[in-house]
């Protein structure tokens, strides 16, 4: 029988989560299977691998075929390692102490690399804090300038409705007051113009009777020429 090392979906839609299990080939996905040797969770950040080491090691060395995620993650573990270092024992190329010893330093090494992967990523998740943080003491902050400035502004149109109203009021005492004088004004402007109207129409008749009074003074003269002529002609009849 050709036996897989596969994954077999679990888990919410968009948030899967899969088990390490030993099945047939010719079983389906996510169908039976014939031993579970750990489980693989690829929402966490490094990705989280529970899996049983020596069961994985020696399910390889009875020739189950890993599919290509389930590689990676025997490879990331040492499973893939421990196998070659095995078969190394088993051709006599290495004894089972130096075999450790290598797996040991190989192992140290990798954790090392975890590690330093880690350290990294708490790094960024702190530098993504300090980010967050200079972001909203940013956002506040221009918040607060927007705010002060909407106040200031507010002030300045109160206090220049204020000046404005002051102004008004101002003009239209003004404009009462020089409308006041204006009517005086014309009153007497008025008054004034009736006055000159007056005198000119009296004008022409002190004139006419100015003219008028050497006629009379001359008629004045010739009646008692007249008198004594027609008592001269009195007498003559």
Not at 27 to 50: L, W
Not at 122 to 127: H, I, L, V
Not at 137 to 148: D, G, L, S, Y
Request: net charge negative; aromatic share 4%.
């Amino acid at each position: 029988m050709s036996t897989r090392i596969r994954l077999q979906r679990h888990g919410k839609k968009g948030k899967p989560f899969f088990h390490i299990v030993v099945a047939d080939q010719r079983s389906k996905r996510d169908g039976r299977f014939i031993e579970k040797i750990g489980t693989y969770n690829p929402n966490t950040n490094p990705a989280s691998i529970d899996l049983d080491f020596d069961k994985s090691v020696d399910w390889i060395q009875k020739g189950a075929q890993p599919s290509d995620t389930a590689r990676a993650i025997l490879s990331y573990r040492g499973v893939l390692m421990m196998d070659h270092l095995l078969r190394g024992v088993a051709k006599g190329a290495l004894t089972e102490d130096q075999a450790k010893a290598k797996f040991d330093k190989w192992l140290e090494e990798k954790e090392g690399n975890i590690q330093k992967k880690r350290d990294h990523l708490a790094m960024s998740a702190e530098d993504q804090r300090k980010a967050r943080f200079a972001a909203e003491k940013e956002a506040n902050e221009a918040r607060i300038a927007a705010q002060t400035a909407a106040q200031q502004v507010e002030e300045v149109v109160e206090e220049a409705a204020e000046v404005a109203a002051d102004a008004v009021e101002s003009a239209g005492e003004a404009v009462a007051e020089v409308a006041e004088a204006v009517e005086e004004n014309v009153a007497e402007v008025v008054e004034a113009v009736a006055e000159a109207v007056e005198e000119v129409a009296e004008a022409p008749a002190a004139e006419e009777a100015k003219e008028e009074a050497p006629a009379a003074e001359e008629a004045k003269e010739e009646a008692p020429a007249a008198e004594e002529a027609k008592e001269e002609d009195k007498k003559e009849g």
